[in-house]
């Protein structure tokens, strides 16, 4: 594998989600995209850090900012705009408003949950290898319809390999995960448990954040060794 700089990806993160968070504090719901388009900038910088500086230091990294331009930024908006609405229609279509209900025991499993999660791991998959196209400088001039095409294709073609790659590298906090929902299906009420998924929810959460630069880094490791073939192809 390639070396990489883990902890200028971490603080790039952090930075960024510290910003968002700032922002959507002071300005409530008013300027409700401002957090996500601070975080796909970050995530942007990152992608573009790993093409061209791996190994270099968060000012290496952050410079990357400079090389957003407004394709890039269209981009991101389109390609967000798109996954909301692929979520919706799911939501509409599939029947993710219902719920399973347990008559024996009378405990109800919110199935709108589970397929939320699910669409919405799909549209990351799918969407993974946006800004690593948008950064990479031997796609730069293409036409906006031959960016979205490519990241589209990109996307496609590597879902498998993104697929494993995340649940191999997520494997901990994904498995905590599923403790967790398990445990508040099942049992909703005691103290310990309460404060059992309290505890895990939060190691949960903080494996993800910490394992994040490592995904990335493998994402990057899996477009620099396809795109050139799946973009002749």
Avoid: H
Avoid at 101 to 118: A, D, H, R
Avoid at 203 to 220: D, E, Q
Wanted: proline share 2%; hydrophobic share 55%; net charge neutral.
């Amino acid at each position: 594998m390639r070396k990489y700089s883990y902890g200028s990806i971490m603080l790039i993160l952090l930075l960024m989600a510290i910003i968002a968070g700032i922002f959507d504090n002071i300005f409530d719901d008013k300027l409700s995209m401002l957090g996500p388009i601070i975080l796909w900038i970050g995530n942007y910088i990152v992608c573009r850090g790993l093409l061209y500086t791996r190994e270099g230091t968060f000012s290496e990294y952050l410079r990357g900012i400079k090389t957003i331009t407004g394709k890039v930024f269209l981009t991101n908006i389109l390609i967000g705009l798109i996954s909301v609405v692929i979520l919706l229609l799911s939501t509409l279509t599939s029947g993710t408003g219902l719920v399973l209900s347990n008559m024996e025991n009378g405990k109800i499993i919110p199935i709108i949950s589970i397929l939320y999660i699910l669409i919405n791991a799909i549209i990351s998959l799918i969407f993974a290898y946006l800004n690593f196209v948008m950064a990479d400088e031997r796609y730069r001039d293409l036409s906006f319809s031959q960016n979205i095409k490519l990241i589209f294709k990109s996307g496609i073609r590597l879902f498998s390999q993104t697929l494993i790659t995340l649940l191999k590298v997520y494997m901990i906090p994904i498995i905590l995960s599923i403790i967790i929902i398990l445990l508040a299906i099942v049992v909703k009420t005691m103290p310990l448990i309460i404060i059992i998924v309290s505890i895990l929810g939060i190691a949960a959460i903080i494996g993800f954040v910490v394992i994040t630069p490592i995904y990335m880094a493998r994402l990057s490791e899996i477009y620099l060794d396809n795109i050139e073939e799946i973009y002749e192809d």
